[in-house]
């Protein structure tokens, strides 16, 4: 026979003196999954299309355990570098592509599309260094603070050629 049936309606017991309202603490994520991920968007070559793919890639990393400074740091450096392929590339650059995996302990971020033209990356980091940008200049900042952000993280910076474009690609340690 069915246990009691509680109907919204009706308060849920509690012992005498104790309050109806509880304290839940916030529960921490768990630690990420053994095994590898994978996961890629397309998008569609707009700059609306940027707010999109950082959602989906905040959920996906939120879902697969990461903590939140990991997630924030791809989040930052996704946005900065899908936004560059969508303004650079332009429509002869096609639908940029962005993957992301994890694996290893590590995570990577690959940003691609069909624009053959390589970026340009600070040429070191740290105090002081030379970030081989115009400070005068409208833009080319976006590069110099990911590749410090990345470095500050442990992680490496690249980009090579593939048979259509380039990829840029980040790899991070799971902190």
């Known amino acids: 026979m069915p246990g009691p049936v509680l ?3 009706a308060p849920l017991p509690r012992s005498r003196g104790e309050s109806p309202i509880r304290s ?3 529960p921490t994520p768990p630690p990420p999954r053994p095994g590898r991920r994978l996961a890629c968007w397309v998008a ?3 700059v609306l299309e940027v707010p999109r793919v950082r959602a989906s890639l905040r959920r996906t990393l939120e879902g697969w355990g990461i903590a939140f ?3 924030e740091l791809l989040l930052l450096v996704g946005t900065e570098l899908l936004s560059n392929a969508v303004r650079h590339a332009g429509a002869e650059g096609g639908r940029p592509r ?3 995996a994890l694996a290893g302990g590590r995570l990577r971020l690959d ?3 069909g624009d053959p033209r390589m970026p340009h990356f600070a040429r070191s980091v740290g105090p002081g260094a030379d970030l081989g940008v115009d400070v005068d200049a409208e833009g080319g900042r976006g590069l ?3 590749s410090f952000l990345v470095d500050e993280a442990g992680g490496e ?3 090579f050629r593939v048979a259509v474009g380039k990829v840029v690609r980040v790899c991070v340690p799971i902190v």
């Open 7 to 9: 109907s919204r309606s």
């Open 24 to 26: 839940v603490p916030t």
């Open 44 to 46: 569609r070559g707009a």
């Open 69 to 71: 400074p990991c997630v």
């Open 98 to 100: 962005v993957t992301v």
């Open 111 to 113: 940003v691609a599309d």
């Open 144 to 146: 110099a603070i990911v």
């Open 157 to 159: 910076l690249a980009a």
